[in-house]
């Protein structure tokens, strides 16, 4: 009987063993940062890379393909070249609607009654993206941030993070986004999850 207990423990530390170290291993490795952005290096230099924006920026007087009343020239620029990357919004596309210029009485302080901003959804509004509509976004966040220089972009906002060329990162990708006393930062769309946030700098 001593035996047979001795050869069952031997049996359970032959088992054990090797899960016992992939889990040291596991825990040993490097987390990534809550809210920071997974490793698409690869996907997203695989993308096209936009053509720089060398045009007048005026004031609010280019189309806006979303059906807003107007956009910058830079804006439209920003917006041409992102369709150009990722193709033109739609379902079953990487970005699954797209709005731009919009009144947002809620917020005056808003680039998009300037004409100055828009948001990309790769998800259902209302809805946190998983899997490959997390991704979309992320490629498109990471995208818009590796090109911020030629595309005149004045801030990101995704995944509860606020990204800009002149502020440093802090624990992850940009910092926290508040939601600046007008959105709820925990809501799906206030805290810019379901969408992407593009705000273009003026001249």
Known sequence: MRALLLGVSG???TLLLPLLLIGALLGSLPSTPAGAAPDLGASVGDLPVPAPFTGADTDCTA???TGGRC???ATRHAHDEVVRAFGSPGPGQPIRSAGCWDAHAWNPRSDHPRGRACDYFPTGAGTFPTGADLAS???LAEWLR???DVLHVK???WQ???WSPTTPD???WGRPYTGGGVYDPTDATGGHYDHIHLSIAGS
Request: hydrophobic share 50%; charged share 10%.
């Open 11 to 13: 049996l359970v530390a």
């Open 146 to 148: 590796a090109h911020a």
């Open 155 to 157: 801030y990101v906002i």
């Open 170 to 172: 802090l624990d992850g």
């Open 137 to 139: 976004g992320w490629a």
């Open 63 to 65: 189309t806006d393909p």
């Open 71 to 73: 956009l910058t020239p």
């Open 160 to 162: 509860g993070r606020f």
